[in-house]
């Protein structure tokens, strides 16, 4: 049974960091694409990065570019979303998700990812 357990998150203050971690199991891709989701309270869910590896190998929604930075290590199936410069409108649950390596094609729409975690609350006060 694939798994993905997040931590890393908390209260931090605007303009603070955290660094989000996921551990990932029971699943077979050896090239995965993994990727950071969010959800805020009444609000559509968004993707805010992704990452493979190979060259150019990372993603990110506009509204996190130069701020957060994902990074994977694929000998302990760990992925790692470094996020500075938190504003409260990051504040909401972030979830770790993962597929084949063609799910970083078209990512930030969900749909290609077979695994999610339980998620970890992020919330960020001004």
């Known amino acids: 049974q694939a798994r993905l357990v997040e931590s890393g998150g908390g209260l931090v203050q605007a303009g603070g960091s955290l660094r989000l971690s996921c551990v990932g199991s029971g699943y077979s891709y050896s090239r995965p694409c993994m990727a950071w989701f969010r959800r805020a309270p009444g609000k559509e869910r968004e993707g805010v990065a992704a990452v493979y590896t190979g060259p150019g190998g990372a993603y990110y929604a506009d509204s996190v570019k130069g701020r957060f930075t994902i990074s994977q290590d694929i000998a302990t199936r760990a992925t790692y979303l470094q996020m500075n410069s938190l504003k409260p409108e990051d504040t909401a649950m972030y979830y770790c998700?993962?597929?084949?390596?063609?799910?970083?094609?078209?990512?930030?729409?969900?749909?290609?990812?077979?695994?999610w975690g339980q998620g970890t609350q992020v919330t960020v006060s001004s």
């Open positions: 998700v993962a597929a084949p390596l063609y799910g970083c094609v078209g990512w930030n729409r969900g749909a290609n990812f077979d695994y």
